[in-house]
């Protein structure tokens, strides 16, 4: 079982830029697609974007795509989001997941059964 860490939030105004880590334990991450959700308070969770095992594959949300990056370091077994020009509808709390399939970029919550604790990002106007 992988166990996952996220850091890197914080408190941010318009059009600043964050990087969220992933920290993954318990599990080598080399074989696993990874995701990043996030949830605004009274809304679902909804999908962000999602990096394939290799990295050679990445997909995103349309809200985010041009802004928001996903990489991986498979041998740290860590995944990073490059948040750029952030706005405040960027606002919840981003969670990383993670499935054990090779080469797949999944974009579904259901899809996932390991997830981290989520950190907290703020976007002000």
């Known amino acids: 079982q992988v166990q996952l860490v996220e850091s890197g939030g914080g408190l941010v105004q318009a059009g600043d830029s964050l990087r969220l880590s992933c920290a993954a334990s318990?599990?080598?991450?080399?074989?696993?697609?990874m995701g990043w959700f996030r949830q605004a308070p009274g809304k679902e969770r909804e999908f962000v974007g999602a990096?394939?095992?290799?990295?050679?594959?990445?997909v995103y949300a349309d809200s985010v795509k041009g802004r928001f990056t996903i990489s991986r370091d498979n041998p740290d077994n860590t995944v990073y989001m490059q948040l750029n020009s952030l706005k405040p509808d960027d606002t919840g709390v981003y969670y990383c997941?993670?499935?054990?399939?090779?080469?797949?970029?999944?974009?579904?919550?259901?899809?996932?059964?390991?997830w981290g604790p989520g950190t907290q990002v703020t976007v002000s106007s």
């Open positions: 997941a993670a499935r054990l399939m090779a080469f797949a970029v999944l974009s579904s919550p259901a899809d996932y059964p390991y």
């Open positions: 318990g599990r080598t991450i080399n074989t696993y697609c």
């Open positions: 990096i394939s095992s290799t990295g050679a594959r990445t």
